[in-house]
Every structure is written in C-alpha cells, then in structure tokens.
C-alpha cells in the first residue's frame, strides 16, 4: 500500500467502511445496539470522541475570527503614536491603564491592537505562502511524476538544490536588498523555499497512481493523455496535500517571526507578531511582556493547529485510535481445570474476535471450537469474511491493536494463550509456536541477508556461537532442500524467487522446532508449480518431525491429500468440520457442497454454465442473527434466519452446524 | 461451443512474431547490457466468437502480451493484424475501440473516487458520445446488462464487492463495443464461489454481443472450462497450442503435463504429479536451445543445442518440443503414478545467477 493520507469525505467513507457489501435487505440484519456499531457517526459525535482535537480546531478558529473582526475589536489603531504613554505596562500591572490593557510600545502604540492586527499579518502571511508554495510544489510534483524520464530528473535535482540552499540566505538575497519589505515578498519567500516539501510527496503518489490499472484501462478506453491525468489521477493524488499543509502552516508563523528577527521581516510600521517581537527583544529588560505576549500568541496558534491536526489523525488512520501496540493478556486463570490434554496439542473453545473501527465493530470470528492433535494437519478453508486468518492469528495472540478476543479459550499444551503474559508469549512463540505468511517479500526485511535473519531467529531463544549459528542454520536451509545453502545465506531476500523465500520461511520457522506451525495462505501468493514442491516440502517436514500444522488457505482442492481434518469457516463461524476424507466426499453443510462443487466446476448446465452460488460473502460488520450463509443457501428455511445451528455429529468426528440436519434428525424414521 | 472454429474466413486478429524486449538496466546515460526477453517470438491465430486460453506462470509473458495487443508499449518487432488490416503503433484510432481489457485486482482497476456512472459514461463521452441523457440511458443499459442495479450509479466502487466491481469493470469495457476482450486474470482474485457467477456471465455476454475473448489465467481448470483452444506459455514463447479438451487430456509438451499434475485436484491425489527440479528461469539469462530443458522430466543433450520451434504436430495441435509425440507417454505414466513424488531432488538456484 502506498503511504497516503486520505482526507476527503470519500475517503473518511471508505475507512470506515472497507467491506460495505450492498446487498439486498434481510431481516435482522440491522446491528442491534449503538455500543455494538461503535458509535454514532455525526459530526457532533466524531467531534465528542475527539476532545482535545475539538479544543485545538475551536482555538485555531477562535484565532482566524480575531484576525478577520481585527478593525471592529481592536480598542486602537495599531499605528497611532502616542509618545506621551509609552512603555506602559499592562492594567495588571502596577503603572497600567485599562486604556491599553496590554500597555504600549516604545512609541506609544497600544499592544493589543497591535496584537489583533498582527495575528491578521501573520496568518495571511502563513497561509499565502502554505497555498502558494502547496500550489507551485503540487503543479511541479504532478509535472514531474507524470513524465518522469528527464523531466523528472531535472525538477527533481532542481528540488536538491532548493533544500541544499540555505534559507538565511535565499531570505537575505530577496529581501534585504528591498527598501520596503511587503507581505507578498515575505510570501515569496516562504513559498519558494518550502515547494520541494510537497512535490517530493505529490511526485511519489502520482508515480504509484500512474502504474495502477485504473490508469491503464483509461488509456486503454481510449483516453488522451491529458484527460487521464486530469479525470482519473489528479482526484487520486491532492490528497496528500491538506495534512502537509496544515503543520506547514504552524511552522511559517515561527518563520516569519525568524525574518523578523533577522530584520528581514515586515517593514514597520506594519505589526506581525514578529516584528512586535523582534522590537520587544531589545527592550527585554524594561518591557518584558513586548515579547512575551506576542511569543505566546505564536505558541497558542501552532498549537491549536498541531492538537487539530494530530488529533483528528485517527480519522484517516483508525489503527491510531487505538494507540497502544502491546497486548493486553485477558483476566482470569492461565491453566483451565476443565481441561483435559489428552494428546490433544491445541483446543480452541468458544473464541470469539472482534475489531473496533469507527465504522462499527467487525465481528471477524464467532464462537469457533477446533482442536487439533500432536502431528495432525488441521485445514481450515474459507473465503473472505470467514474470518480464518483471524483465527490464525488469535492463536498466536497477534492481532492488530484494534482487535480484541471478546469470548473463549486458546489452549496450548495446558496453558491458556489469550491469558499468559506478554513475556510468557513471546517466549512461546518462535518457540514452540511458528508461523508463515502469505508474501514471503513481505516477510523479511529487505536490508538484511537471509542469514542474519535466520541467526536472529536463534539468537532468540538465547546466545549461540557463531559457528554454531552457522552450522544450524546450513542446516535447516538444507532440510528444506535448497542445494546451495551457503549462496542463499550470503543472498538478500529480494534476490530470491517467491518459492525460494518461502522456502527460507519454512527453515525460519521450523528452526527451533516448534510443535505447532501456523501457516496462512502460504502457497497464495506463488506459482501452481512452486505451490506443488512446497506443499510436498511441508509435508515431508511434518512426518518427520511430527510438527502439528494449521493450514489456512482458501483453495479446497489444496487441502486434498494434504490435511487429516478440514474445518469449514463462513462468516466467522464454522460450519463443518471432520476427517479429510469425509468432509470432501460426504460434505453434510449446504456451503461445503456448494463450495466444492464450485471448485470442481463439475455441475455444467446443458448450456455450459456453471452452478453458481449467488449472492456475495458476508459481511462482517452486519452479523445475521441466525446462519450467515441464510441469504445465500439453497435449502434455506425461516428457521435459519433467526437462530444459529447447532453443531451436531454427522458421522465419525464429523459434525456440521445447519438447521436442515437437526430437523432431519426430528424426523420419525 | 466446444472445439475449434476455425473456418475458411480469415481470423480476426493475427499475430506474427510479435517480440517485446526490455533493457534491464535503465538509467540516465547508462548503456543496457542485459535484455528481458519478456516475449519473444510469439504467433497465433484469433477466429471471431472463440475463447482463446493462454496459461502460463510467473514470467511467461502474458501480461506483456496483453500489453503489446493493447499497445500501451510498443513491441519491439512484429505484427498485429486485425481484420485484415496491419495496425500502426502511431495511429490506432478505432483499434483501441475494438480491444478492451478486464484486469484482474477489482480494488485497484476502478478509480476509487468516480461514481460508478461516470467510470461507465466516461469511455462514451471519450468517444463522442453527446447528450447527458443519451449517455445516462445507455450506462444504466450497461450496468443491467451485467446484472447490477441501474439506480446505484451515483454510488463509488468501494461500495461494492469483488465480484461486483468486476462486473462495472465489463460494463465499462462494453461501453465502447469492442469485439475482443482481454480478460487478464479476470476471476482470479474473487472467491471461489463467486468466481462462476462471473464466468457465467462472461459466458452470457459472449453470446449476446459476439465476442471474442482471449481468457489468460493460471488456473487451468477454469481456462478449460471456458476456452475453445488454449496456448500455453513459458519464458516468453507459446511452448503449446491446441484444444482445450484435447490439449487437456493429451499434451504434446512436458511443462503442459507438469502443469496439468501440479493444479490442486480434488479428483486426483497429489502424488501423482511430475516433480519440476529447481527455479523458474530468470528471463534475463534464459537456458540455451529450449529454454525449459534445465527442468524437463525427458530432457535429451539435443535439447541444450537447438531451440525447437512451433511446429503442427498434429492437425490444429503444435508444440514447441523436440519429442512432442513421446510426451504422450509421459503423460500415461503420471496418470498411472509410476511418475511420483517419492524421490526429491533438492532446489537449484537458476543457473547464470550471481550471489548478490
């Protein structure tokens, strides 16, 4: 994903809801309370959950008022003289007047007015040059992305060049030699010096937009290139300006009391706040607050802008909202009475996960109990929403700050994994539980070799020589039958094919010999070829190490000589699940028989059409009361709407969670 | 509509030796000492109404080629008829009209922040059609005619699902009129279950409007369902062409069988597969002679020598393979499983790689 910063409504939508599915209406399928939506989404109610942000963007306005009713409140003119009171201080003060409430200046110029006028200067100022440098670096970011080649490279040393030259001086050369220093020179300057900031930014997301598909099927449809740049791409790229220019705002108005102090600023008699400080400074010792008060002026208004700025972050970014990265492990007992272990390496009861977004909570798994023996493979299939890599990741206890396991048990060897503490985790995992995921690409880092990853994975259960590191980790690259180790040792991993990465995946997790591996789509990702040989590779290392293994994919036909037992996820809960054999050539759960009949494109109608399931995946935030897969199964009666299915056995060690199955058993033999 | 149909008109798009290569250091003033030979030399036929398969995997040079017929870059030699007419690079005008695409990622090919009947009505208002309430009859045509509800057009992609923007994606496609479509990858990146009702409906567009698709995927299964003849590609090169049901049940090239074994099969065991030794090739320094011989099963020293060509072996069937009739044989032994998984060579790097 790009890093952008989306700021328009649209995409406060589409934040908040990254799964809309509309589809038709079916009862109960409304959320119940406002706790269960996260809440109200009103501007009254996003501006509650966001005090502080709130308080900032009042102040900042409170401040932009001031400055336009300048002439109404303002007590004096700020340029009236009046040398028989000068140097007054302020009423509080002993010697004060209610006169001038703030006091005067050398030349007897009421401060407050001066004040008041002077937010009006330094905010033009600021905000002229925000718009007037976003404006230039936009128009140079867009020029330079779009062409690239030359072009680019050209505007883009241009750019160097700017930020290599020393502002003090670019400032010295424009306005030191002018007689009378105006507003707009000062935002020339400002502007000119600060355009790089946002071209760099703007050039990088119009290259990323540039190559998308959307932008290839407009040139395909026939659009000129003019038309694609301005209909298709420009709507995709300005948004990275507004959350550049709002800090660049706050930030001007400290520079333009730096030009002042360097009496670079505003030629008197006009007031900004910093030319007011700048006099101020030389009269430190006998009127303090000369400089003071202009000084806090400045700190309020950045400040307010950051708290607006900072603050209201979360509503382009929800992950922000939720701050804290570190797991909180839930209360209660970390070792379970109840529970017998059997030879039953890991027992799921009852998990339930859910995620809290501002659009409402996801529910991403309900109630799901699966257990799985020592050197078993257990695969768990299902399609999007059905909330199988949560459930992965539940296991492992990684989720994301914003998801929280509301219900249910992880047990591991005895111990309950949702409760044992952070350091007790960690040392767990690596250890004793593994785990790979989809993009190999994405799981090393890019700047470190393969072997230092695999030497860092050792070093974390505790110092190892060098020689040593190095011997175990040849070692484990050859187990997953990689011929030449050592070049793949010394190799990055981007210099590696997606099946080779994988492969340095496996050798990375299974390095200490975890009982459980977790594996995520790892195959997804990968060629049909490559996704044969390492399906073999885990296999053979499963024998031979009797590893047990979670295998997580989307692919039934994967699962096929592959797994012990399957298990069946739609819409978060778990419709089936049984021994391999029987869930492919017996499945009792209308959706595993419409799933593999889909797969096997075996029910070709006369016309050659395909028995399709219709409707789309369910979606997580709007649970149904009743069995998620009732809008789309073909045997669906009233029953399922309202209440979910039992699990009830089928046959050996297999059951299947549907209302047509109990009803059968009701039925008189 | 099974089998060819091949018949004594002319085909609707012929492509001769159509060749694409990339230097692969690019740079100011740098000069290109390695090429990516991305395609290289490929030529077929395309008849009016068929579905045309093209199979391959990672570096084989299908997505170049459905750039090279759009030309959104243009090939390094070779040409591209269509109807008859050579197509000029410099001047496409109604070409472009005719071939459209259908990518395979549905939340990156519509841009996110156009209301769906605008995404639909721009490709007409592109081509000069006027008139706000002629283009708005025809996109609510076009969204019904993919099984969408006209009324939503004023909502953007994000409000729909997978298989949903898929379906705007050919509603815009159609909006020209096209007579070819690309369909890249078109299912593969939707759920299963929702991946045949789009094959359905490509299915149902087809006959209506007479068109022509050129259906590329990985997965075989769905090429097979929906494809008249199917072309298989490997490193650039069309390696095999023929079919679909025959080419399916009696490959004439070694890499079609190992494709064959190695999709997931719910009917077959897993077994029962060949088992490819070692890497992909990387297309910069490609094997001498046939560029798949460092990794075919029935490798012979001639094939290291001499590059085989594309040759009719039998009626409507080519493949680029030295001993194309001994691969019947292999293709017997997979599927009695005396060709099993047992032995396991270890991974090769790719030969001609240097260590960082």
Redesign the interface.
Known sequence: MPLWIPV?S?DL??IA???????PDFPGSEPTTLAERGGPHGIRAVLGRHKVATFGLSLFLAIVLVAILAPIISPHSPYKQNLGDNFLPPMWSEGGSATYPLGTDPLGRDLLSRLIYGARYSLLISACSVLFGSLIGFAIGVVAGFWGG?VD?VLMRLGDIQLAFPFVLFAIAVLAVSIERTVWQIILVLGISSWVLYARVVRGRMLTERE???A?????????RP?VLM??LL??VWQVIPPIALLNLGFFVIVESLLSFLSLGLSPPTPSWGSILADGRQFMMITPWMALLPGIAIIVTVLSISLAADGFNDLVDPKLAHGGYLRKPLPGTVHDPEHETGDCLLTVRNLSTRFLTTGGAVHAVEGVDLHLRRGEVLGVVG??GSGKSTLGLSIIQLLDPSGRITSGRVLFEGLDLTRVSNRKMTSIRGRRIGMIFQDPSNSMTPVLTTGFQLREALRASGPVSRERADRLTREALVAV????PD??L???PF?L????QQ?VMIALAMIRNPDLLILDEPTSAL???????L??ELD?IRRERGTSVLFIT?????L???ADRILVMYGGEVCEDGPERDV?RAPQHPYTQ???S????AS?TAD???????G??PDPKRPLPGCPFAP?CPYVMDICWVSKPPRVPVGTHHRAACHLLTTLKELPA | MKGTLESTASPMLAVTNLTKHYPAQSGFGRSSKSVVRALDGVSFNLWQGETFGLVGESGCGKSTLVKSLLFLDRPTAGEVWFRGALINPAKLGGYRREVQIIFQDPYTSLPPRMRVGDIVGDPLRIHGTRGASVIEARVADLLRDVGLNPARKHEYPFQFSGGQRQRIGIARALAVQPSLLLLDEAVSALDVSVQAQVLNLLKDLQERHGLTYIFISHDLNVVRHMSNRIAVMYLGKIVELGPADELTAAPLHPYTVALLSAAPSLQRARGNRIRLEGEPPKPTDPPSGCSFHPRCPMARPVCSVETPPLIEWQPGRFSACHFALEVMELSRRVQTREYGIDTAPPVRAPRGENGA
């Open positions: 328009s649209t939508a589409l809801n990254p799964i809309n599915v509309a589809g030359k490279t998308r598909d959307y290839t099927a407009a040139r395909a449809l026939g659009a000129s038309r209909r298709y709507p995709n399609e999007s039958h990689i011929a030449d070049r793949v010394r190799a990055y210099e094919s997606g099946g080779m492969r060629d049909v070829t490559t996704q044969a040989q399906l073999d053979r989307h692919d039934i036909a994967l096929n000589g592959f492919l419409a799933l593999l889909a797969v096997e494109r070709v050659g059409r395909l028995a399709a399931i219709p789309d995946p789309r």
